[in-house]
């Protein structure tokens, strides 16, 4: 145990080497790449899904109940098991990997999506019937765009925890910067090689949160109007 311990507090072994970056960019920028692109297929993929269960939860209040309970009962599932479940179906490879990460992204942005839509004041809802406006146009033209900062919101957290989630893909070889962080274990506990993995998955999760804040500020104007006064 004192000779395992040694090694790891060893002077050679520090938690950060601009030496390691160096020596190692191009895997470094391939891994951040994979995991960039990772995230935001899937992150697209789930809204793609939890926007009309969010829909479909609003206008049928029936369905609400048990749309929230799925997507909850799937977010409980461990994602090792998950993986170890749906990769004997979808192979070892990115299909996996985006199927188990917008799974998980679907709770968070179904249930902001439906706040969202909940928090339209009703006399919008019956002005745009006044108006002559059926269920979808009232929809697209009136709900939509007032639930946009909920969805938006929804949109962020999942975007983060996906980020997070990818490196698990590691498990089925699409781990993104997750391959740094397991090959650094691998390779008798490398601090640098876990540390870099680490820090660029905290920095593209940032990265990723502000550029969809800054989204979200140019598609709800009317939002920095109310805040200026």
């Known amino acids: 145990m004192s000779l395992h311990l040694s090694h790891l507090t060893a002077p050679g072994n520090p938690w950060f080497s601009w030496q390691y970056v160096r020596d190692n960019s191009d895997t470094i920028l391939a891994a951040l790449r994979e995991h960039t692109w990772l995230t935001v297929r899937a992150v697209l993929i789930a809204a793609l899904v939890a926007l009309p269960l969010a829909v479909a939860a609003y206008w049928f209040r029936s369905l609400a109940g048990p749309i929230l309970a799925l997507t909850g009962v799937l977010y409980t599932i461990p994602s090792l098991a998950l993986f170890a479940f749906l990769a004997p179906y979808l192979g070892i490879g990115a299909i996996t990997v985006l199927s188990v990460v917008a799974l998980y992204a679907l709770l968070v942005i179904v249930r902001n999506a439906l706040a969202g839509l909940h928090q339209v004041p009703p006399e919008v809802r019956e002005a745009a019937e006044g108006m002559g406006y059926g269920r979808w146009g009232r929809l697209f033209r009136i709900e939509l765009p007032l639930a946009l900062p909920g969805i938006l919101t929804g949109v962020r957290l999942a975007t983060v925890s996906t980020v997070?989630?990818?490196?698990?893909?590691?498990?089925?070889?699409?781990g993104g910067l997750g391959q740094l962080i397991f090959a650094?274990?691998?390779?008798?506990?490398?601090?640098?090689?876990?540390?870099t993995g680490t820090l660029l998955c905290v920095l593209l999760a940032l990265v990723l949160d502000l550029l969809l804040a800054g989204v979200g500020r140019l598609l709800t104007p009317w939002l920095r109007g109310r805040a200026a006064s």
Do not use: D, P, S, W
Not at 164 to 174: C, F, I, N, S, Y
Not at 184 to 195: D, L, P, R, S, T
């Open 164 to 174: 997070a989630l990818v490196t698990v893909g590691v498990v089925v070889g699409r």
């Open 184 to 195: 650094g274990f691998q390779n008798n506990f490398y601090k640098a090689e876990i540390m």
